[in-house]
């Protein structure tokens, strides 16, 4: 049943019942219609409902009465903790507007647009996504105040859903909720079966309601046609009208049949009762032997019938309940079971499989009997077969506990002791255990854990004996990972380097900085590592991040920096862009700013200027471009002297290309500047920089060829040197050595760049500009930095967080930027050698992995993370105390989970590699060896 009323602050008309609107497909027309009809079981609840209640009334004016928004939004919070009532009406709104508006925070119109799908098979409709989750997608408000929340902010759409009574399995009482989305069925004639109707109906709605509204809407005398259960094609019962949806176990987007009588007033050829009509049915062919019988998959239930076959094979349960000894032991009375429900539906299912006709069952009634006591697997989504079992077994467990009343149990603590001590606690836990559940499933499903769990500080010894019906053992897997890392250096003019580290599965991002810092001499605090997607920085990752949030297929990039304590420093996310355009309808063509090339990191003084943040810039891009175009271009020279097709050509010369000479301006070569290169804050010489002019005198040292950061005065890179040899020499240093020279370095302040040229600097302007972006490359709408160039002199002040775009125009980039020199990156030995180790392993087949193997990871001693410690009762604190699991006592029937996944950040992962393993199958009582291999 669909609800069309209006819910908004200007309700201008209210039909005075619910509309139910079905859409229709014919060959011949696409027409849509509808037929108003009211539900009378729901008539009675909004007749037996007593009124919400109404917000309270509003405090007195006052110093401090509240303002009108504040007294608004209380009277929101007020009607949303009001109880479901049948008849009521509640509204969506989105989750994350929700919580900002119930904070007080600022916020715009409602936007309800990701809780809202589109079907074609109803247009115009307001219908909710599936799988969205109240708290998480969105909030419920009452009617009354969503009209309150859109008469001040506006937006939606509005999303109003009636709350109904439905059956409680736990209490004799029905209990109220709010129904999201309606059944979805298609229905078809019996004289037009390719003429699908689709209609949606709550499902509190009766069949017979259901019925009369089709007829009408088909021009169909009621009198003369029966509603069936359609499903899969399949007329599998007929549809008693007093019974609702719900009742009559139909399902969301399944099919329903309207058959119509004969002429001579008879159904088509069968008798008045027949369950099977002779059109769209088939008979499946019996099973070759008992319990070889398939289950329907009724979309993606998979899980579901891979672990009833499973539990079906188990010939100790199956013949428990083909014996029909269950019912002796059935328990309706459990307040925490379903009421022998399910264990009479399981009872049922096995029967069919067993002693039934048809070589295929599908699983229907069992599905929506578990729908109705655990609403997570209802729909048709993908679930954890694992998790359906556990839920099943533990579902039995109680329908058939023999114990009617469970008394209150406290277990004694146990501090361990010799073996017989051990032994008494493991009884005396077991016996304490069976006084509230003793069960079939328990005497041959369930066994004993020993936990032992030892304080590192006082030695206090805590042995707990649990009971256990699964054994989740993990994959045995390696204690390392191996995680590559490209690592750019401050010297623009070195090539990066690959790393391969290797830390602990249990490592943090800083232990990758410290292997990192062994590698390069470079400290780990000068380092900042970076999740970079394309262009883009996908995400920082700071020190106390885990290995395990790092997927293999990451790239991560290292920047050096320089350390904060030096001064006042702002580490700054470069990110290149260049402007492309597309196509519009119209033949016009939209312009649109995409990043490109290899993001950067620079530090800069938090007071640099634009003029000073360019030279920045370029400085850290002159690795990356033609040296020679790019003096010709700062020179004046802005002819075009070189197409893009000829860029990719010129670029392995470029290789070899001596380091940028920019001979033209004499008086340009400090461009190196206090805000972008860092010897200058390791300088003690703060108050002879500050006096310095914009611009240096003849005898400084440095151009835009040299690198003022590079730690290596001793041998600086004349004009003759190349990269590639200056490279060569860094290289040749050990990292002793390395970190010996970086000590030993001059403090030199280097000069300040010839702001006040405005050729050259005009010359870089028009290269490129400056803007404020966020870490994706989309520009800001109220920058916290104002990046102008005509303004290139005034001091900013520059946030922590910031990230800016380089906005390339078209005929520099063209001119002087080389994309091929991106994919220059040297590999270290260690990346080298893990690379040979890999194929290695990819090359062993031979590898197994065996049962005992996961047995012994299971039963390893442990010690606990940060994140999860154990408490100690004699030092009154939290400890990382070890852990040590023990199989003290094994079922009759044992259950294995092999762990291969584990689940972080909403990702999985595999916790090894699964390539040739032998394990034993245990389910079924019987150990049988198995081999498989990987697919």
Known sequence: MHHRRNHTADMEQQPPSETLVLATEFDDADDTSSYSATSDAEVADEQQAPPPVPPGPEPAPGPDAPTAEE??????????????????????????????????????????????????????????RKGILEGADYELVHENGWNLIISRYGGGPAIPRKAVKVPSFYSSANS??????????????????????????????????????????????????????????????????????????????????????????????HSSTSPMPS????????????????????????????????????????????????????????????????AEEYAALIEKLWHGDNNVVAPREFKWKIERFATQFSGYQQHDSQELMAFLLDGLHED????????????????????????????????????????????????????????????????????????SVPLPQSTTRTI?????????????????????????????????????????????????????????????DGVDTILDTDVLRAYEIIPEDRGDMVHMIVLQLKEERYSGWSGSYAPQWSPFGIPHVISVSRNATYNELCWAVLRQLKYYVDAEELHRWLTGDHSVTRSAGEQSDDSESDESTQDMQCEGYARDEAVTTTTTVTDAQEAPQE?????????????????????????????????????RDAEAAAEATSPDQEAER????????????????????????????????????????????????EDGDTRLMLPDDLA????????????????????????????????????????????????????????????LTANNPWYCSVCKTHQQATKKFDLWSIPPILIFHLKRFNYKNKCAFTTSHLGHYTCYYMLLGVCSCYTATEC
């Open 484 to 544: 590559y890392v490209i690592f750019h250096f401050r010297e623009p003019m070195r090539t990066p380097m690959r790393y391969a580290v290797r830390v602990g599965i249990d490592s943090t991002v800083h232990d990758i900085k410290r292997t990192l810092s062994t590698f390069t001499a470079i400290p780990a605090e000068n380092v900042l590592l970076f999740d970079v997607f394309g262009s883009r920085m996908f995400r920082h990752l700071a020190n106390v």
């Open 176 to 269: 109220c909720q709010v129904e999201l989305r309606e059944i979805t069925v298609s229905v078809v004639k019996s004289s037009a079966m390719t003429q699908p109707v689709y209609a949606h109906f709550s499902k509190i709605e009766t069949a017979g309601n259901v019925k009369k509204a089709l007829c009408k809407l088909l021009n169909t005398d009621e009198q003369k046609v029966r509603l069936w259960d359609y499903f899969h094609k399949n007329c599998l019962k007929l549809l008693i009208d007093s019974s609702t949806l719900e009742s009559l176990q139909i399902l969301d987007d399944q099919d329903l049949l309207l058959e119509e009588k004969k002429d001579d007033g008879t159904w088509p050829g």
């Open 71 to 128: 007294a608004e939004r209380a009277a929101v919070r007020r009607w949303k903790d009001e109880p479901l009532h049948a008849g009521d009406t509640w509204c969506l709104v989105q989750a994350a507007w929700y919580r900002r508006y119930a904070e007080g925070r600022e916020v715009g119109a409602v936007d309800n647009a990701a809780l809202v799908a589109a079907d074609p098979r109803f247009p115009g409709e307001v219908l909710t």
């Open 804 to 863: 800016v775009g380089v906005f390339w125009h078209e005929l520099p980039l063209t001119r002087i930027y080389v994309p091929i020199k991106e994919k220059a990156v040297e590999t270290h030995e260690s990346a080298m050698t893990a690379q040979r180790e890999a194929e290695a392993s990819r090359r062993d087949t031979h590898e197994s992995v065996t049962l005992q193997s996961c047995i012994e990871s299971f039963t390893a001693t442990e010690r």
């Open 687 to 723: 108050q002879e920089m500050e006096s310095r002019t914009s611009s240096p005198t003849a005898g400084e040292e440095g151009s835009l060829d040299s690198d003022d950061t590079s730690d290596d005065q001793t041998q600086p890179m004349t004009p003759m040197t190349s990269p």
């Open 279 to 342: 059109w769209g049915s088939y008979s499946n062919p019996p099973p070759e032997a008992p319990g070889l019988v398939g289950l329907q998959n009724l979309g993606n239930t998979c899980f579901m019938n891979s672990a009833l076959q499973c539990l079906s094979n188990t010939a100790v349960l199956t013949n428990y309940f083909l014996s029909n000894k269950w019912r002796e032991e059935l328990n309706r009375d459990n307040p925490i079971g379903a009421k022998g429900e399910l």
């Open 400 to 471: 058939l506990n023999r114990v009617k009343k469970k008394p209150y149990v406290i277990v004694p603590d146990f501090a361990g002791g010799d073996d017989a001590a051990t032994a008494a606690a493991a009884a005396e836990a077991w016996r304490c255990h069976l006084l509230r559940d003793s069960s079939f499933i328990v005497d041959n499903f369930y066994g004993q854990l020993k936990s032992t769990v030892v304080c590192p500080t006082c030695n206090k010894v805590s042995v707990t004996f649990d009971p256990y019906v699964f054994l």
């Open 742 to 789: 970086r000590a030993l370095r001059p403090q030199r302040p280097p000069p300040m760049p010839p702001t006040e040229d405005t050729q050259l600097l005009a010359a870089i302007h028009s290269m490129f500009r400056l803007a404020q972006v966020d870490a994706q490359g989309h520009p800001l709408r109220m920058p916290v930095a104002r990046l102008n160039p």
